[in-house]
C-alpha cells in the first residue's frame, strides 16, 4: 500500500514549487480534496487561492491580515495566470469535469491544470503531475472513505472514536457511559471489513448500539473474549490478540491507533499496518523497498535543517528508530556492518 500524509503533500508541492508557472496569479482547488492542496500551495508561496465552484462564481478567498499584500486583494477578474490543482489524478474524471466547467465558462485566462499525486508522470487531463504514486495506494484524507476499506481491519478507540480516559476506562459504569457517548474521530463513509478491537466481548451490545447510532458499517466485530479489563492487562494481548486474527484473515490492511500497537501487529502479522497516530504505514520487512522509501522520503529536508554532522547523524538513528522499530533498526545497522 502507498501511503501518503498531508506532510508529504505539502512536502511534494514545496518541492516542485520549481516547476509550476512562477507568476501565478491565482491557485483554484479542485473540490474537495483539492482545496487542501490549493491552500497548501497559497500559503507557502502567498498566491491568492480560491475553490473552482468559488471561481467559476467570480469569488476568490479574503487573505488574513498577516499574509496580506496588494497582489492578495485583487479581483477574479484580474487574475490572468491561474493553476487549477487537485490532489490526485488516476481516471482523470474529476480534472475533465474541471476542465469541461472552466471552458463552459468562458473566462479568459491562461490556465494550467495540475494535480499533487498521478499514477503516472503525465495523464491527459493534466498539464503537471508532481509525484508519482502508484496503486495500491491510500491518502491521510481519504483512507476511511477507501473502497479498501471492504479489505481491512480496523480498530475502534483511537480510530473511529476518540480514546477513554483514565477516568472513563473503570471496566465499570464509567466505561460504559463511555461506551453510550464516545466522540466520534475519524468517520467511514464505506463498509469496512473487520472491526478488531480489545474491547471486551461482555461489551459487544453496548459498541454494536454505538457503531448503529453512528451510521458505520461493517461486516464483522471481533472482539476480545476475557473476563475482566484486569485480566485483559494481565495477559498483555493486546497486540497479539490483533494481529493473530489480521494473520489469519483475507484483510491487506490495518488501520491501528497507536504506534507501538502497530509495529507490534505488523511483526506479528507479517502484514503493513497504518497508523493513525503517526500517519505511517508498518511494514512488516522494514527493509523492504516501500519502507525503506518512507524512512527517507523526507529525510533529506530534515537533515538540512541540522547545522552538524553529529546532529545530523542523531537525526537519521531518531527517525529510523521511530519507523521502523528497535527490532528493524538493529537489524539494518547489522546488515550495514556486516563485511563483504
Known amino acids: 500500500m502507498h501511503y501518503r500524509s498531508i506532510s508529504d503533500m505539502n512536502d511534494a508541492i514545496v518541492r516542485n514549487l520549481h516547476r509550476l508557472p512562477r507568476d501565478i496569479d491565482l491557485v483554484v482547488g479542485v473540490p474537495r480534496s483539492g482545496i487542501l492542496?490549493?491552500?497548501?500551495?497559497?500559503?507557502?508561496?502567498?498566491?491568492?487561492?480560491?475553490?473552482?465552484?468559488?471561481?467559476?462564481?467570480?469569488?476568490?478567498?479574503?487573505?488574513?491580515?498577516?499574509?496580506?499584500?496588494?497582489?492578495?486583494?485583487?479581483q477574479a477578474t484580474d487574475m490572468r495566470k491561474v493553476l487549477v490543482i487537485d490532489d490526485s489524478v488516476s481516471g482523470g474524471a474529476a480534472m475533465r469535469e474541471a476542465r469541461s466547467r472552466v471552458e463552459a465558462a468562458g473566462i479568459k485566462a491562461d490556465f494550467t491544470f495540475a494535480a499533487v499525486f498521478g499514477?503516472?508522470?503525465?495523464?491527459?487531463?493534466?498539464?503537471?503531475?508532481?509525484?508519482?504514486?502508484?496503486?495500491?495506494?491510500?491518502?491521510?484524507?481519504?483512507?476511511?472513505?477507501?473502497?479498501?476499506?471492504?479489505?481491512?481491519c480496523v480498530d475502534i478507540d483511537g480510530v473511529l472514536c476518540l480514546d477513554p480516559t483514565e477516568a472513563e476506562n473503570d471496566d465499570g459504569p464509567a466505561y460504559e457511559k463511555f461506551?453510550?457517548?464516545?466522540?466520534?474521530?475519524?468517520?467511514?463513509?464505506?463498509?469496512?471489513?473487520?472491526?478488531?478491537?480489545s474491547r471486551l466481548e461482555k461489551y459487544r451490545s453496548l459498541t454494536e448500539a454505538w457503531l448503529a447510532k453512528h451510521g458505520i458499517e461493517y461486516d464483522k466485530l471481533i472482539m476480545l473474549d476475557l473476563p475482566s479489563k484486569a485480566e485483559r492487562q494481565r495477559l498483555g494481548v493486546h497486540g497479539s490478540f490483533?494481529?493473530?486474527?489480521?494473520?489469519?484473515?483475507?484483510?491487506?490492511?490495518?488501520?491501528?491507533?497507536?504506534?507501538?500497537?502497530?509495529?507490534?501487529?505488523?511483526?506479528?502479522s507479517g502484514k503493513p499496518v497504518l497508523c493513525v497516530e503517526t500517519h505511517l504505514v508498518i511494514y512488516p520487512d522494514t527493509l523492504s523497498l516501500p519502507a525503506l522509501g518512507q524512512a527517507a522520503r523526507n529525510l533529506p529536508g530534515r537533515l538540512r535543517q541540522i547545522s552538524s554532522p553529529d546532529g545530523r547523524k542523531m537525526a537519521i538513528k531518531t527517525v529510523a528508530r521511530t519507523l521502523l522499530g528497535e527490532r528493524g533498526y538493529?537489524?539494518?545497522?547489522?546488515?550495514v556492518k556486516r563485511p563483504a
Open 242 to 268: 490483533k494481529a493473530d486474527f489480521y494473520r489469519k484473515s483475507d484483510a491487506i490492511l490495518f488501520i491501528e491507533s497507536e504506534h507501538q500497537q502497530a509495529l507490534k501487529i505488523a511483526e506479528l
Open 119 to 152: 499514477l503516472l508522470p503525465q495523464h491527459e487531463e493534466t498539464d503537471i503531475v508532481l509525484e508519482v504514486v502508484p496503486h495500491p495506494r491510500m491518502f491521510q484524507w481519504n483512507f476511511m472513505h477507501h473502497k479498501f476499506l471492504a479489505q481491512c
Open 179 to 197: 461506551l453510550g457517548e464516545a466522540l466520534p474521530l475519524f468517520g467511514p463513509t464505506r463498509k469496512i471489513g473487520w472491526l478488531v478491537t
Open 37 to 74: 492542496a490549493a491552500t497548501l500551495l497559497s500559503l507557502t508561496a502567498n498566491i491568492p487561492m480560491t475553490d473552482l465552484d468559488s471561481f467559476l462564481a467570480g469569488k476568490i478567498y479574503t487573505s488574513g491580515v498577516t499574509k496580506r499584500r496588494a497582489a492578495l486583494d485583487r
Open 330 to 335: 538493529e537489524t539494518l545497522k547489522s546488515r
